[in-house]
């Protein structure tokens, strides 16, 4: 099985920056599982917000987050980072960890998440 724990996340008032990391692990994982951060906001259902490959050389994004976010992976430490930049109130929401199996292709393994929440 694969465990994903997530950190980073905490208050910030809007234009701020956090780094959240997501830490891997299990009998199964390895670099070849692609990895995404996807994000919930209350009242809202899950949004996919960014993804990286397990080079780490391919990456795509939530059009609302393009060039304020960036993904990426240190495939030495089995983790993934998600830097988010000029935060805004409507980025405020659960953040989750996910791994995507290359044998499956789908997101099969979550973390219990991480909150964001971004004043105004």
């Known amino acids: 099985q694969v465990q994903l724990v997530e950190s980073g996340g905490g208050l910030v008032q809007a234009g701020g920056s956090l780094r959240l990391s997501c830490a891997a692990s299990g009998r199964t994982f390895s670099s070849s599982y692609g990895m995404a951060w996807f994000r919930q906001a209350p009242g809202k259902e899950r949004e996919f917000v960014a993804a990286v490959n397990w080079s780490g050389f391919s990456t795509s994004y939530l059009d609302s987050v393009k060039g304020r976010f960036t993904i990426s992976r240190d495939n030495a430490k089995n983790t993934v980072y998600l830097q988010m930049n000029s935060l805004k109130p409507e980025d405020t929401a659960v953040y989750y960890c996910?791994?995507?199996?290359?044998?499956?292709?789908?997101?099969?393994?979550w973390g219990q998440g991480t909150q964001v929440t971004v004043s105004s």
């Open positions: 996910a791994a995507k199996s290359p044998r499956t292709g789908e997101y099969n393994y």
